[in-house]
């Protein structure tokens, strides 16, 4: 679930000293499995626990995660570096914006993860993204470019190279092949 640091765990102690007695931690989600999802730790005293919480005890506190926030935090790291420059607590949860989805799920539903976990992270460093259409009986990922990629020279190349590569590898037996339905010529639809 949430992997909490020993640095940071010696951090939250430090604060929580400082805090009424019974005072613990609260890591949430604010819009959860959205792009705009925000990852966040508070104070949570003893009134503030719900019947539905989480608790996940550390040697000296307990984190306490919402029901809602819970299946975004899987995979969370949080820790504490004190270098020159200062100190800093982070706070990374990969599965925050959209929910990690389990083995057994359909292949829709993870080659969508992966897509959005994976692809559109690097796409995005172009203004571009991408979005699983359907998947045909024969196995074939049909993919829709968006933002940057529509109207690029080089989205065939993106295509073949780096998506296709990519699911394959992850998919294979199950995936055949990556179609873009993309329309691609110059025109009002285009990113440029």
Do not use: W
């Not at 640091?5 to 604060?15: G, N, R, T």
């Not at 994976?118 to 979005?131: E, I, K, M």
Request: hydrophobic share 35%.
């Amino acid at each position: 679930m949430i992997t909490i640091s020993e640095s940071a765990q010696e951090h939250f102690v430090k604060l929580l000293a400082q805090q009424p007695e019974g005072t613990n931690i609260r890591v949430f989600v604010v819009n959860p499995g959205t792009q705009s999802a925000e990852c966040g730790v508070s104070y949570c005293p003893p009134e503030a626990i719900e019947a539905s919480d989480t608790e996940i005890k550390f040697g000296m506190f307990s984190a306490y995660i919402d029901e809602l926030s819970l299946p975004f935090l899987e995979d969370a790291e949080i820790d504490f570096v004190a270098d020159k420059m200062g100190s800093q607590l982070t706070l990374k949860a990969p599965n925050a914006k959209i929910r990690k989805v389990s083995d057994d799920a359909s292949l829709m539903e993870r080659v969508d993860y992966v897509i959005q976990t994976q692809v559109n992270p690097q796409l995005a460093g172009h203004g571009g993204n991408v979005s699983l259409s359907e998947i045909t009986e024969d196995g074939v990922a049909i993919l829709q470019f968006g933002g940057g990629c529509n109207g690029c020279s080089m989205v065939d190349v993106t295509l073949k190279e780096g998506i296709e590569k990519e699911l394959l590898a992850q998919f294979e037996g199950e995936l055949t092949g990556v179609r873009d339905i993309t329309e691609h010529a110059r025109g009002e639809h285009s990113y440029y």
